[in-house]
Each structure stands twice: as structure tokens, then as C-alpha cells.
């Protein structure tokens, strides 16, 4: 045997977390559903993470609502696991599960890459940030020994083969517009389905804590985060649909998606919508069918019905940000609508737009009979992939 052993400490130092923390983050949200999809996970399980490493896969799991305890040999990962919790939301039962904590039978999770990577073409895995600067220098790597790797690389002459499969080039940019007073969070599940099936997601926030702003500047933000994408699929959720249409007649759109929207005409303002349009009515005789569900004044059975209630209560965490009075009384301003390709989607336990008054609306507007999507009002929350595999399946 020649040169020193190789150990976890000599690899896994604050270098490798300078160099390849971030390209691992960015996959972490798909890789997380996968887990939470794989085995079955609900809020408030008990999850051991073993090799949880920086925490990019507990921390997710915990702010989805599960009890969660990470084990790692390392002091600088669980330094760094520790911080992140703060930065993504995590549960503080998840804060002291990192810590020494007992488990009543916990599920337990061995942390593989290999096994979490998402049923995709794969390329290798490369450095996602450049050198450091000056004052602290490039990593060094102990040289292997020889003897672990019993199938040494056979020299080549010319360039070197890539024999590793690349990951697809992605078919779509979805730009997913949020709803009243939200924010793109609301997206998050459904950007790692799309991003699991090779496509690119925005889901800016807009500025609707701004009581000032104007649908324009709502346009301007989706326009600002999608600039320089080409092949665009432009989704509105909800009050969404205002701003999504809007985007749709200035940006390189390929389809035009509203979720659960609000059609509008043109002359017609958002606060002025809910009259001519017959919601009120609507939504009234729904509740008497119901219970009382549909409208009611509970956001947790009008919006977020299905929603786990840890995921809801985030979501209400994060939306609540005020929508901007000058947008509400802004009429619709285009003349026509937009000449690119429609659908509309409905949700079929839709407690705040029942399915029925949305039917018809997408008949008399746009002369069209809606896909249907399983899932509330906030269905990007509670059927992602369902939403997903709709959305996806849009393209051809």
C-alpha cells in the first residue's frame, strides 16, 4: 500500500462544501420529493437521516412537517445543516433533532446519492463555482492509493470518450405566476416535479406588498426573470391570470396556462370581476350542496383543503403579503387576448372557485372546456405531480 488513507475529513471539508454545496442544492428540492414520494413520508413522522451531510435532504424533509434527527461525523456539515435550517424554514423540532435525540421507531433513510438521484439521464457532477480567491488556497486532494481501485483508467491517445449519459436538454421554461397576495414558494414542489423531468421553472415573487405597484410592474417582474428564455410556458394561478396574461402578450410564449384563473375581459378590472362574473352566486350555491366548505371563511378548507397542515401553515406563513390596491382597481388593459396557444385547468375540490362556476366561465370566455386536475384550490400544493404530468403532457 503506498500513501496515507483516504478519510471522510480529508474529502468532506469546508472545500468541497465552497465548490459543490451549491450544485448539489440546486437538486435538492426533486430529490427530496423523490424520498418523500418513495417512502410514503406525512408530517410529523420520525425520520432518521444517516450521512445527512450539510442537512440539504433533512432540512427539506422537516419543513415539510417531519420530526427529523441527522447523524453526521462531521462538526463543519452539521455546522452548516444547522444554519441552513434557519434559512429554509425548518421545524425546530427539526433544530433539536440534529442534536442527540431520541426517536420513537424512527423511518430510517440511508443518505446515497446513488439512490436518490431521480430516474434521469445523468451527467457527470462538475465544480459549480470557480476558484477561490487568492487568500485561501485550491483544494488538495490526497493521492489515492492504488490498490482501492482494482480498474484503473486504460491511457487513451486523443480526446478522452465522455462514456457518461447527459442529462436531456430541458423542452420547456415554465414561468409559474402566483396567486393574491403569495409568493413563488407556492411553486416549490411542483418546480422540482417539472425540474425532475428536465425542464427550467421561474416562479418569481411579485411585488404585491407594494400597495402601489401596477399590473405593469407585476409584467415587468415576470418579464425581468424570464428575459434572455425562449420556449415559454407561462402558467397563472388564480388572480395570477391578470398579470399571466398580460406576460403572455410581450414575452416569447409557447402556451398560455391559467390554473383555477381568473379570466379576464378586456375593460374589466379585478375587483370589478367578481360581479360580472357571478361569483358570489356561484359560490353560495355551492355551499349549500357542501356544508358550508366553499367560501368559507377558514383559509385551511376554502384554499388549502388536501394540503398537508404543516405545508398549509407554511404557505400562510409565507402568502398573507397584501395585494396592491392599484392592480385591484386596474382594468384588464389589452384589447384582444393574447394570440398564443390556451388551456385552462380547474381544480375538482376547488372549495374557493367551485368546478362548476369554472366550467362555465372557460365556456362563455374562452370558448373552451377545461382540463381537470385533482386537488384544491392551491393544487400546486397538494397534487404536484398530478399538476405536473398535465402541465408536461401540454407539450407534445
Known amino acids: 500500500m503506498t500513501g496515507s488513507a483516504v478519510t471522510g475529513d480529508d474529502l468532506f471539508d469546508d472545500d468541497y462544501l465552497y465548490f459543490f454545496a451549491d450544485d448539489l442544492d440546486r437538486e435538492s428540492e426533486a430529490d427530496t420529493e423523490q424520498i418523500w414520494t418513495l417512502l410514503e413520508l406525512k408530517p410529523q ?5 444517516l450521512g445527512c451531510g450539510h442537512g440539504r435532504i433533512a432540512n427539506r424533509l422537516a419543513r415539510r412537517g417531519c420530526r427529523v434527527t441527522g447523524l453526521d461525523p462531521s462538526p463543519l456539515f452539521l455546522r452548516r445543516a444547522r444554519e441552513d435550517a434557519a434559512a429554509l424554514d425548518a421545524w425546530q423540532d427539526f433544530l433539536a433533532g440534529l442534536r442527540d435525540r431520541g426517536l420513537a421507531s424512527p423511518l430510517l433513510i440511508i443518505n446515497d446519492g446513488s439512490l436518490l438521484e431521480p430516474p434521469r439521464q445523468l451527467r457527470p457532477r462538475t465544480a459549480s463555482r470557480g476558484p477561490r480567491p487568492a487568500s485561501s488556497p485550491e483544494p488538495s486532494l490526497p493521492s489515492p492509493d492504488p490498490a482501492m481501485n482494482p480498474h484503473p483508467p486504460t491511457p487513451a491517445s486523443g480526446p478522452v470518450q465522455d462514456t457518461t449519459l447527459e442529462r436531456p436538454a430541458a423542452m420547456a421554461t415554465f414561468v409559474l405566476i402566483h396567486g393574491a397576495g403569495d409568493t413563488g414558494w407556492y411553486w416549490h414542489l411542483t418546480e422540482a416535479e417539472l425540474q425532475a423531468r428536465g425542464h427550467h421553472t421561474i416562479a418569481p415573487d411579485l411585488p404585491c406588498d407594494n400597495d402601489t405597484a401596477s399590473l405593469d410592474d ?3 417582474t415576470v418579464a425581468g426573470a424570464a428575459a434572455g428564455r425562449q420556449d415559454l410556458v407561462i ?13 403572455a402578450s410581450q414575452l416569447p410564449a409557447r402556451l398560455l396556462v391559467l390554473l383555477a384563473g381568473m379570466i379576464p375581459i378586456p375593460g374589466e378590472s379585478p375587483g370589478q370581476w367578481w360581479a360580472s362574473t357571478g361569483y358570489r352566486q356561484a359560490a353560495e ?3 349549500r350542496l357542501d356544508g358550508g366548505k366553499t367560501g ?20 400562510l406563513r409565507r402568502g398573507g403579503r397584501g395585494e396592491s390596491s392599484v392592480v385591484w382597481d386596474t382594468t384588464w388593459p389589452l384589447d384582444a387576448w393574447p394570440d398564443v396557444p390556451t388551456k385552462f385547468i380547474l381544480c375538482k375540490d376547488d372549495q374557493f372557485f367551485p368546478a362548476a362556476f369554472l366550467r362555465r366561465l372557460a365556456q362563455q370566455r374562452l370558448g373552451t372546456i377545461p382540463d381537470e386536475v385533482p386537488g ?4 400546486a400544493l397538494s397534487h404536484p405531480r398530478e399538476l405536473s404530468d398535465l402541465l408536461v403532457s401540454y407539450l407534445g
Open 45 to 49: 413522522m420520525h425520520v432518521l437521516d
Open 376 to 379: 384544491c384550490h392551491c393544487v
Open 235 to 247: 402558467v397563472g394561478q388564480s388572480y395570477g391570470a391578470f398579470t399571466a396574461t398580460l406576460a
Open 296 to 315: 368559507h371563511d377558514d383559509p385551511l378548507i376554502s384554499y388549502y383543503n388536501g394540503v398537508p397542515r404543516p405545508l398549509a401553515e407554511e404557505a
Open 285 to 287: 350555491e355551492q355551499a
Open 218 to 220: 407585476y409584467a415587468a
